[in-house]
């Protein structure tokens, strides 16, 4: 394999090694993990491809030392990744709040799997929605973006990467099993194509003493180790300079307020979705691998003369509300369908239930996509 | 008339303006040991990242130290380290912590990182006890000892943390207590020095949670107690395990050369780049 960053061609490519391709073409320094089903030919790939890059792949004694190393790496400005399933992202919560808490850039690559527990490796859920935005403790808000094929595995990454980047915070790919392990047709640009974000790094030689380094709701300049900054690194409730305190509870409430508010408040730029519901009376929402048979199941109700269409969620938290609101608004009847019991669904039900009816459509068996014929039968008998 | 001022108070951070140590804790002893290191070799805080977990001993760089510091999660610091030393090979990484968060909660990282020898200084201050959540028996308390979590006495075997990580393969080891603080300033300068993993291991009163309970209660009787106990690792070397049952053995106890991770690392990148080719 060539030694350059960017390999631009068209490929017949693995969903996973699409996004270890994403990872290195959106300049990704640093990675460690840990063996898992199904998210291993990430790694593996970047095992072959970093080194030959200068960078680094570490084979990690677990996920809780993979992500801490990834964070760790962070802070000497590099741009970093970890790449896992459901059991280690059980493992690196408590980590991942710390990144959310010292507003840390890194990327978490979760290609889910059967759960709970070991469950089943090979197959696709989309069990680990609402622990992506509630796994660790605390108040937080965080950014994940949910790939519907090896294609959007690439760019998708990217995205991440860049997000990570503007917005100094963890971001994560919810990706499953069937994506991962999916092969399609995958078009990787040229490497002045790609559009890469790099984190604000405060100026050389200023005054360490004067950067306000944490809790700026636009984003404060990262004062990343080994500049001279003498940066206080703290997961305990802290100021804007770093300084702990743990004393005064309107600095723990700014502490909580101001990370939260760095991300709600450019949710309308990170929201991504995909709109195809013009004219529809019946909407389906969904996202992620689950978006390709809504699609399918919106084409076979539009071919039997129902007005039906699709809102897919690319950005799944912080939630986008605002855009289930608005096709809510111009529909009678929303149907969620996920790969799981409903996880998004109380959120999107929330949100579109002022507007129109909504209602739930699981799939037949746990792991096993909605069949397009079930999603026209449940469209037929909303829309009666 | 001038200011007296500490000689080390310019490694202490401005806006830093007391500790929070208890009285009679050993902590500043160590403290002291490693900023008269840092002195001794004539080298700047900026050469330093420091890295610390949670737990009395973790809030000695943090916020003492006025330097690159990251006071992580409870068990972490030195996975931490490993991923800070990979992105700034040429600083210096080094983790202060306590005997709970390295070897019970972070035990794992604490032999594998030991086993990768990866450059870094890893000083251990073990209390032998929990200090900050209110003296809870640890994997370093001794069996018969009464805490708050084992009212009726220890039942558990302990750890010898350092000889742990001399079986998982750290280049330096070294165990002191608070009573050789010029012993320990030296070996901390070996271990900054040192192309390896390099561990110290400080034995060090915690009176207000410990020695109340051990029955030894004030900090003066504890250094006393270790001094008695202490056995240089010359002397010990002859000497039978009944002979050597309470006694502490102190000293540079590995101090070897062998292959340093990050410079492999360079190795296999290098490796890497050719085969691309």
């Known amino acids: 394999m060539k030694a350059e960053r960017v390999l631009a061609g068209r490929y017949f490519m693995m969903g996973n090694e699409a996004c270890a391709e994403g990872a290195l073409a959106a300049g990704c320094e640093f990675s460690a993990g840990y063996p898992i089903t199904p998210a291993t030919e990430i790694a593996n790939r970047l095992a072959e491809r970093l080194p030959q890059l200068g960078g680094v792949f570490l084979q990690m004694e677990d996920e809780i030392s993979s992500i801490a190393a990834v964070i760790g790496a962070s802070w000497t400005g590099k741009k970093v990744m970890t790449v896992t399933s459901g059991p280690g992202i059980s493992l690196m919560l408590e980590n991942i709040g710390f990144a959310v808490g010292v507003e840390t850039p890194c990327v978490i690559v979760n290609v889910q799997r059967g759960a709970p527990t070991t469950g089943m ?17 605390g108040d937080y808000e965080i950014i994940a973006l949910c790939p519907s094929s090896p294609q959007d595995m690439f760019e998708h990454t990217v995205i991440a990467f860049n997000y990570a980047e503007k917005y100094r915070t963890p971001v994560f790919i919810l990706s499953d099993a069937f994506i991962g392990h999916m092969r399609e047709e995958v078009t990787i640009p040229e490497a002045e194509k790609i559009e890469r974000v790099y984190r604000k790094i405060p100026p050389q030689g200023a005054d360490p003493q004067a950067i306000k380094g944490f809790l700026d709701e636009d984003v404060a300049p990262m004062p990343v180790f ?9 997961s305990s409730c802290h100021d804007e300079t770093g300084r702990r305190n743990l004393i005064d509870v309107s600095s723990l409430d700014m502490f909580v307020r101001r990370l ?29 691998s689950v978006a390709r048979a809504a699609a399918a199941g919106a084409r076979l109700a539009r071919d039997a003369g129902i007005p039906a269409g699709t809102l897919r969620l690319i950005t799944v938290w912080p939630f986008p509300d605002h855009e289930i609101e608005r096709m809510a608004g111009t529909a009678s009847h929303v149907v969620v369908l996920e790969n799981n019991l409903g996880q998004m669904y109380p959120y999107i039900k929330a949100a579109a239930a002022p507007f129109a009816e909504v209602s739930f459509l699981p799939p037949r068996l746990i792991g096993q996509i909605q069949d397009p014929a079930d999603i026209l039968r449940k469209i037929k008998e909303v829309f009666r | ?32 040991s490693i900023l008269r290191a840092i002195d ?29 510091v990251l006071h992580s999660i409870h068990g972490r610091p030195i996975a931490y380290a490993l991923g800070i030393k990979m992105g700034l090979p040429e600083k210096k990484v080094m983790v202060v912590s306590g005997d709970g968060d390295l070897a019970a909660i972070g035990g794992n990282h604490l ?100 020695g109340r309970k051990s029955g030894l209660s004030g900090s003066v009787q504890m250094m006393e107690d270790y001094r008695k106990r202490s056995m240089g690792i010359e ?34 990148k290098a490796r890497a780049v050719e085969r691309s080719r």
């Open chain 2, 111 to 210: 032999i594998h990182n030991a086993r990768r020898n990866v450059e870094m200084t890893v000083i251990c201050i073990n209390n032998m006890i929990y200090g900050m959540t209110g003296g809870q028996a640890g994997p370093t308390t001794p069996a018969g000892v009464k805490t708050t979590t084992t009212p009726y006495g220890s039942f558990e075997n302990s750890f010898d943390i350092s000889r742990l990580v001399i079986g998982a393969g750290a280049s330096f080891v070294a165990r002191w207590t608070t009573v050789h603080a010029r012993q320990l300033t030296r070996s901390i300068k070996k271990a900054i020095k040192k192309k390896g993993f390099a561990f110290i291991e400080v034995l060090s009163q915690c009176p207000v949670q410990f």
């Open chain 1, 121 to 137: 490796p090979t197959v696709g859920v989309q069990g680990d929605m609402v622990q992506a935005k509630h796994g660790s403790h």
């Open chain 2, 235 to 268: 002397k010990a070397a002859g000497l039978t395990a009944e002979e050597l049952k309470e006694k502490i053995i102190v000293g540079e106890l590995v101090d070897m050369e062998k292959p340093e991770m990050a410079e492999e690392i360079e190795r296999m």
């Open chain 1, 260 to 288: 939260s508010n760095k991300i709600l408040k450019h949710k309308e730029e990170i929201t991504l979705v995909e709109r195809d519901y013009e004219g529809a009376d019946v909407v389906l929402v969904s996202y992620g």
């Open chain 2, 40 to 68: 001794e070799l004539g080298m700047d805080l900026d050469a330093f990242v420091f890295v610390s977990g949670i737990g009395c001993a973790a809030w000695i760089p943090s916020p003492l130290f006025n330097a690159d």
């Open chain 1, 226 to 234: 080994g500049r001279g900054f003498k940066a206080h690194v703290t």
């Open chain 2, 1 to 32: 008339m001038s200011e007296i001022v500490h000689p080390l108070h310019r490694f202490i951070r401005p806006s830093v303006t007391s500790t929070t140590n208890c009285p009679g804790c050993g902590n500043g002893i160590v403290t002291q």
